[in-house]
């Protein structure tokens, strides 16, 4: 999409055909260079303009309107398969704060939680290369800050949420239905788990976001600073799934 256009070359001046008398005539002489010149295009441009429009555009969809993400793990199973391919639309988040039941893309809580954020964290442009096409290949560009999670809301501000032990949730007293939800964390006989618990009211501003694999996720029940995602590290909704083609569809709540 970004093939170079051909350098273009005048046409022959219509003078060359032109009569003796009419080719030897001053005024006709002098007018020539000048018409030649003004058909000649900057040679930089005619390369490099059509490279630059098509970047800058691409980079203004993918920051403001939407970006295509996929699927690294498996905490959103059995809904979300590893290396499935999603488009995250950022539009809605622009007049609205997320809803329970939406799909979210995150910054890395190495980004914005204290107890896991460091001196040596990465600056924003590094890690806006190590999320470019490709560039995130480079050895060493990338870094656990400059990760993207993907995790379902399942309590918004001004909520009060419990997370029992088998990760099932209660919000404001009411329990959630979650049919995305098919492995809890396993119990013991004395009522046991692996799995954290939380019994908190989520901070407005701010949203409580779990994987639907509540038995392997890493979500807000295990970050060392707190359960609570700011709206602001939001990146968008994951709205719809390309690929693969055989679960082509939208994502719903």
Partial sequence: MDDPRSARFPLPDAQHDASPSQADSPSDSSAAPSQSQGQKGHPFWDFWGPVIFTLALYLGIRHYVAEARFIPSGSMLPGLQI??????????????????????????????????????????FRCALANFPLLGLIPGLSHPACDAYIKRVVAVGGDQVSVNPRGEVRVNGDPVDEPYVTKYCPVDEQGMSLCRTLNVTVPEGHVLALGDNRSNSWD????????????????????????????????GS
């Fill in 83 to 124: 290396q499935d391919r999603l488009l995250v639309e950022k539009l809605s988040y622009a007049r609205r704060g997320p809803k329970r039941g939406e799909i979210v893309v995150f910054n890395s809580p190495h980004a914005f939680d204290p107890a896991l954020k460091t001196a040596g964290s990465p600056p924003t």
């Fill in 220 to 251: 807000g029940r295990y970050w060392p600073g707190g359960p609570f995602l700011p709206e602001d590290q939001i990146i968008g909704r994951a709205l719809w799934r390309f690929w693969p083609l055989n679960r082509l569809g939208t994502l």
